[in-house]
């Protein structure tokens, strides 16, 4: 018989709740952390640990079948999967934040101002959306230390506490998309029965949490 994978987050915001609830579907694996692959003793599945930029392109790609994420991440990489059932956690949302004691009072006030953030895409149809052409600084994290060290004068990073903010001199100043975990899959795949059986699984998970 065909086994599936599902590609989860290794570490991160999202990686214990995906665990969660992959167990609560009745899957039994051992949750290694040192072991990027698991396979599943009770179902023909396999879970894949991976860094989560990277989880919508294997999916795309059929190199997962499935896949947990951050809707963050699925729009940042513009990848083409199909979104199975929204998983109600990890909810934070994307926002330009500035210094606590920034002249920035108005969206407007970006134009000519450096952003540093690690969704480049998104902030750029945002500003887009804004009429607003700003300097875009793509780094690949810490992004919240790039205005205290003068790399910027603004960034665009999630928020979820607002703790990470909070303790970076930073204050939220505009929201430019709010997020949650989803499960993902390939376009028609879904049809499959295997597939069919999980997302049947997860859905009663999430009733049973109603
Ligand atoms: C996000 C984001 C912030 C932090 C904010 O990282 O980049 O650093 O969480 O959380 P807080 O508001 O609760 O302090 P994430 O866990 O998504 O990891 P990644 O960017 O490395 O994938
Ligand atoms: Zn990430
Ligand atoms: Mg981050």
Redesign the pocket.
Known sequence: MKTLKIAIQKS??LNEKSVELLKNCGLNFENYKSSLISPVSNFPLEILFLR??DIPEYVQDGIADLGIV?ENVIQETEVEVAYLQKLGFGK?SLKIAITNNSDIEDIKQLEGRSIAT?YPVILDKFLKDNSISADIRTIS?S??ISPGLGLSDAIC?????????KSNGLKPFADVMSSEAVLIGRKGSENELLIQELIQRVQSVLRAKE
Not at 157 to 165: A, K, N, Q, W, Y
Request: aromatic share 0%.
């Open positions: 991160g915001r989560d930029d951050g934070c690690t994290g992004v919240e990073d999630l928020v979820s506490t607002g703790g990470t903010l």
